[in-house]
Antibody, heavy 129, light 108 residues
């Protein structure tokens, strides 16, 4: 059974860089056909996709956060990571890591693969001095 | 960005009720739509992808339909485990992917 687990500091100071790692177990992060992504959620509010990475290092980001976000992958450790710089109180949210398929074709039709089928439990990061 | 609008925001229902949640996209997304269930303090759980494909292990009382800009999630007979918040998400292109604001299903 594939499992994802977020880890990292729960408290970050304003203007500093938030760093989180997602460790994948029960499967390989280098599996063909899957991207690994970050999603965040303010307490009691909706979900926001941050960005995704393939095991090759190919990435794409939400334009609203792109200038502050870096997602990287370490296949030797079966982990991928999120860095968000210049944080403010607005970045005080729960961060989830998750997996989604890449675009695929089946029976002559092609489909988008951006739905998240496995999720970590989430980790709350508070931005405060 | 493509905006996803869910209705209603809150729904009060009883065990055994048939429940329908609507999700509208601000432009056509074909069938690139997923539905998730989220219980308090937990991660979202994928229920439906490709607008109408049931994720493995999800009870058959959940179903999805629609294409283009209008989609529905139906629970045919509400069970106690189903009281939760439901989100739709488009993944039609990398414009970016966005979620609806959520529909909370409460006990009547």
């Amino acid at each position: 059974q594939l499992q994802l687990q977020e880890s990292g500091p729960g408290l970050v100071k304003p203007s500093e860089t938030l760093s989180l790692t997602c460790t994948v177990s029960g499967g390989s992060i280098s599996s063909t056909g899957y991207y690994w992504g970050w999603i965040r959620q303010p307490p009691g509010k909706g979900l926001e996709w941050i960005g995704s990475i393939y095991h090759s290092g190919s990435t794409y980001y939400n334009p609203s956060l792109k200038s502050r976000v870096t997602i990287s992958v370490d296949t030797s450790k079966n982990q991928f990571s999120l860095k968000l710089n210049s944080v403010t109180a607005a970045d005080t949210v729960v961060y989830f890591c998750a997996r989604h398929p890449q675009d695929y074709c089946s029976s002559g039709s092609c489909y988008r693969g951006g739905y998240f089928d496995y999720w970590g439990q989430g980790t709350l990061v508070t931005v405060s001095s | 960005d493509i905006q996803m609008t869910q209705s209603p925001s809150t729904l009060s229902a009883s065990v055994g009720d048939r429940v329908t949640i609507t999700c509208r996209a601000s432009q056509s997304i074909s069938t690139s739509l997923a539905w998730y269930q989220q219980r308090p303090g937990k991660a979202p759980k994928l229920l439906i992808y490709l607008a109408s494909s049931l994720e493995t292990g999800v009870p058959s009382r959940f179903s999805g339909s629609g294409s283009g800009t209008e989609f529905t999630l139906t629970i045919s007979s509400l069970q106690p485990d189903d009281f939760a918040t439901y989100y739709c998400q488009h993944y039609n292109n990398y414009s970016p992917w966005t979620f609806g604001q959520g529909t909370k299903v409460e006990i009547k």
